[in-house]
């Protein structure tokens, strides 16, 4: 018995794709709106009252968002079929689906992205795109981003905002009041 190959399989991870708020539809809405632009993710579609928002991350390099295995790809131009790993990777896309429903006080948030990468061809030496899996971070800073309470500002807190002082040279050296 011969062994014909070892290819590792690709990993898996657990990756939350929903979760259940106690706040109402537009709040919710509005903060993940907020996480899409402060991490570069284009809202390419939305709709409040179906609840749906499709937004796009395209042409980005690794953020550690997904798991990218170098594709085998196989010249059939010669009469023997030669398998090869593609050469090396160009760029990352992202495409995330996601539904907001509010349910009485709670309102359910569920995403599906789709990740991909371009590759070159190993026998082509031309880009050609490939799946990748989600490790589930993008997943999970989205939907904890929705769980955060927005921060209040120092003083309603209580606190004070800091004092500022300008001194010369010469008083920080002690010289002059």
Same mark, same amino acid.
């Given at each position: 018995?011969g062994?014909?190959?070892c290819q ?6 657990h ?8 706040q109402d539809?537009?709040e919710?809405?509005?903060k993940i709106? &907020?996480?899409?632009? *402060?991490?570069? +993710? =284009? ?6 009252a179906? #609840?749906?928002?499709?937004? !796009? ?10 798991e990218c295995?170098l594709a085998?790809?196989?010249?059939r ?5 030669r398998?090869?790993?593609a &050469?090396?990777?160009? *760029?990352?896309? +992202? =495409?995330?689906?996601i539904?907001?429903?509010?349910? #009485?006080?709670?309102?359910? !948030? ?8 371009r590759q070159?061809h190993?026998w082509r030496?031309l880009?050609?795109e490939?799946?990748?899996v ?5 997943e999970?800073?989205?939907? *904890?981003?929705?769980s ?25 050296a002690?010289?002059?009041?």
């Amino acid at each position: 018995m011969g062994l014909l190959g070892c290819q590792q399989p690709q990993p898996t991870y657990h990756v939350e794709r929903s979760r259940s708020y106690q706040q109402d539809k537009a709040e919710v809405w509005n903060k993940i709106l &907020r996480f899409l632009q *402060d991490n570069d +993710l =284009t809202v390419r579609r939305s709709d409040f009252a179906a #609840g749906t928002i499709e937004a !796009v991350r395209m042409n980005y390099q690794d953020a550690g968002w997904a798991e990218c295995e170098l594709a085998v790809r196989t010249d059939r131009s010669s009469d023997t079929t030669r398998p090869r790993r593609a &050469r090396q990777r160009v *760029d990352r896309s +992202l =495409t995330l689906q996601i539904v907001v429903r509010g349910t #009485g006080a709670a309102t359910e !948030v569920a995403l599906d992205p789709t990740f991909t990468e371009r590759q070159i061809h190993p026998w082509r030496n031309l880009p050609f795109e490939t799946g990748c899996v989600s490790k589930g971070v993008l997943e999970k800073a989205l939907l *904890d981003a929705i769980s955060a309470q927005p921060a209040a500002p120092p003083i309603a807190r209580g606190l004070t905002a800091p004092r500022l002082e300008f001194r010369t040279c010469r008083q920080q050296a002690g010289f002059a009041k």
